[in-house]
Nanobody, 118 residues
Framework: QVQLVESGGGLVQAGGSLRLSCAAA????????MGWFRQAPGKERESLAT????????YYADSVKGRFNISRDNAKNTVYLQMNSLKPEDTAIYYC???????????WGQGTQVTVSS
């Protein structure tokens, strides 16, 4: 089992920045690839960024490429999402998730709200 807790969400003006954190407990954090997702009202959940267990491999969705950066600190059992140049369309609940032994994202946090005002 892995317990995930996101933090760092809030209200920001367009063009601003936020850094989300996801603290993990339980199964050894460094064994899990991690990802950030978001879901806006009335929309499907969207995968934003993923990071390998070592942190050396990353992937970004086109919608956030060049604006968002995913990183992790295995010593602190934490994964981060640095979000820059935020747009109103980035408004959503943001979730972090961990890959389990099955290879799927089976562990999820409770989410943190990000609201970008125009």
């Amino acid at each position: 089992q892995v317990q995930l807790v996101e933090s760092g969400g809030g209200l920001v003006q367009a063009g601003g920045s936020l850094r989300l954190s996801c603290a993990a407990a339980g199964r050894t954090f460094s064994r899990s690839a991690m990802g950030w997702f978001r879901q806006a009202p009335g929309k499907e959940r969207e995968s934003l960024a993923t990071i390998s267990r070592s942190g050396l491999g990353t992937y970004y969705a086109d919608s956030v490429k060049g604006r968002f950066n995913i990183s992790r600190d295995n010593a602190k059992n934490t994964v981060y999402l640095q979000m820059n140049s935020l747009k109103p369309e980035d408004t959503a609940i943001y979730y972090c998730a961990a890959v389990s032994r099955t290879g799927g994202y089976d562990y999820w946090g409770q989410g943190t709200q990000v609201t970008v005002s125009s």
